[in-house]
């Protein structure tokens, strides 16, 4: 499984936008990136996902860089409740039934 | 509609006892994950079921570990001769059809505690 690289740590000011990145060095041409929280003493949370265009749900926008090598989930106006590990997954091909490989995540601390 | 569910939510057990823990995924999803979350390890896949067959155990860590499915549903982890080192919380996942792009709904998990 390809593997992600993610900054340990983050502070975001409440109301501002929470940028968080992610390096997929590994990443190969039928892997999604996938993005996921996990809120203290919860399950992970599914955030948002894509392929090779940038996307937005309710929830936060996803930027792929067009080399895929990298990407970044915008949090737009974060809440004291977006406080969470945030994890970026490459989700192998379907012949694994795509599973979710973890790594470390970056614990958002979005500050009042 | 109802999430992933899973039960007990805590089990406190002494070394060398047989555990059970139990996951409901969400009614129609066909592909089912274990994973575990232990201190220093991080979130680790354990199985992955679809349907009622298991193309995936390569995550068990040693034969102590198994898991069924029944009925393409309800889902199975039994860990015997517990070891204090399985003391996590195991997580249950479940999505529709278990393709790349599909969308993984995770239980609350059950925290296990081996003494």
């Known amino acids: 499984d390809a593997k992600t690289t993610q900054p340990p740590s983050m502070d975001c000011a409440e109301g501002r936008a929470a940028n968080l990145p992610c390096n997929h060095s590994?990443?190969?041409?039928?892997?999604?990136v996938y993005w996921y929280r996990q809120i203290h003493s919860q399950g992970p949370q599914y955030i948002i996902h894509g392929l090779k265009n940038n996307e937005t749900n309710e929830m936060a926008s996803l930027i792929i860089t067009e080399d895929r090598k990298s990407s970044t989930l915008i949090l737009p106006h974060a809440t004291l409740r977006d406080t969470a590990v945030y994890y970026c997954i490459d989700s192998p091909s379907e012949t694994s039934g795509s599973r979710l490989t973890f790594g470390e995540g970056t614990q958002l601390t979005v500050n009042p | 509609g109802a999430g992933v569910s899973q039960s007990p939510s805590n089990k406190v057990t002494e070394k060398g006892k047989d555990v059970e823990l139990r996951c409901d995924p969400i009614?129609?999803?066909?592909?089912l994950y274990w994973y575990r979350q232990s201190l220093g390890q991080g979130l680790e896949f354990l199985i992955y079921?679809?349907?009622?067959?298991?193309?995936?155990k390569s995550g068990l860590p040693s034969d102590r570990f198994s898991a069924e499915r029944t009925g393409g549903s309800v889902s199975t982890l039994t860990i015997q001769r517990t070891q204090q080192e399985d003391s996590a919380v195991y997580l249950c996942?479940?999505?529709?059809?278990?393709?790349?792009?599909?969308?993984?709904?995770f239980g609350p998990g059950t925290r296990l505690t081996v003494l």
């Open positions: 590994t990443i190969s041409g039928n892997e999604y």
């Open positions: 009614s129609g999803h066909t592909a």
């Open positions: 079921f679809q349907g009622n067959s298991a193309p995936d």
């Open positions: 996942a479940s999505s529709a059809q278990g393709l790349a792009g599909d969308e993984q709904f």
